[in-house]
């Protein structure tokens, strides 16, 4: 599986952007589809994720109410929509695979994310 974020770009805070997670190849029903950012020289933190079979989700706490992430099957897809975006949201953003079992509660831990697809970049001015 290759996966693809796309949808970045110069956004002026207070504004909204989507992102797209485009995968290449097939996205298995209990597979858990998640979303982490990166500033440069910091860490890579959590920001969404998502169950591909029933569309459960669960967000980082300073996202939640303003970021929104969805699926389409028929695309192969996951969208982050964000909006109401701050400058502290500026990061490359990451999309990632976790594949798991019915029972697997979502996880925020990076580590349980085996495939990774390259970045996209997103700039909020002030």
């Known amino acids: 599986v290759q996966l693809q974020a796309s949808g970045g770009g110069l956004v002026q805070a207070g504004g909204s952007l989507r992102l797209s997670c485009a995968s290449s190849g097939p996205i298995f029903s209990n597979d858990h589809i998640g979303w982490f950012r990166q500033v440069p020289g910091q860490e890579r933190e959590f920001v969404a994720v998502?169950?591909?079979?029933?569309?459960?989700?669960y967000y980082a706490d300073s996202v939640k109410g303003r970021f929104f992430v969805s699926r389409d099957a028929a695309k192969n897809t996951v969208y982050l929509q964000m909006n109401g975006l701050k400058s502290e949201d500026t990061a490359v953003y990451y999309c990632?695979?976790?594949?798991?079992?019915?029972?697997?509660?979502?996880?925020?831990?990076?580590?349980?994310?085996?495939?990774w697809g390259q970045g996209t970049l997103v700039t909020v001015s002030s």
């Open positions: 998502i169950n591909w079979r029933g569309g459960k989700t």
């Open positions: 990632a695979t976790r594949r798991s079992d019915r029972a697997t509660p979502l996880s925020s831990f990076e580590s349980y994310y085996h495939e």
